[in-house]
Structure formats: structure tokens, C-alpha cells
């Protein structure tokens, strides 16, 4: 009996691309056979990048993190810049004041 030889070809997606796909089956409802058989991927894969990609995930806690950390310093850098510029109105008020 001859052995035969199978190749399979492994392809390389993106992040962006991995990110969608999870995206799809998370955000749109979709179950992961219809989207791996419409993105032409393994339903293993899909599962894998859930897992990497997924609300669950680190590199999505990371993200959360990082985007509620710059909320809050979008946040604070608004409430600065007006207590500058109630600071530079008051010292034009003072300084007409005093002449």
C-alpha cells in the first residue's frame, strides 16, 4: 500500500481579518460553521481566534483597559484646560485691575 503524501495549505490571515470573523459570530449572531464556511476558514481556527479575539479574552481586556483609560484622560485633560483658561481670564481681569 503507497502512502500517500497531503499537504494542507495553511493560510495567513490578518489580525483585522481574525477580529471580523470573531466579530461576526459575537456581535452579529451568527453561528461559527456559517462564517467559517463563508470566510473559507476552519470552524478550528474560528474557535481559536474566538478565544484569542473573544470578550473573554486578555487582548480584549487589554484593549477595554486601554480605552477606559484614555476616556479618563480625555476626561481630565477637558476639565484642565478650562481651569487654564479661567486662570488666564482671571489673570487679565487682575492685571487691568491693578494699573
Known sequence: MAKRE???SSKRYTE???IEAVRQVI???YSIAEVAKRLGTTTHSLYAWKKKYGPDSAEHQIKTESDQEIRRLKKELRRVT???DILKKAAVYFAS???
Open 82 to 84: 478650562e481651569e487654564r
Open 97 to 99: 485691575q491693578s494699573e
Open 27 to 29: 456581535d452579529r449572531g
Open 16 to 18: 483585522e481579518f481574525k
Open 6 to 8: 497531503v499537504h494542507m
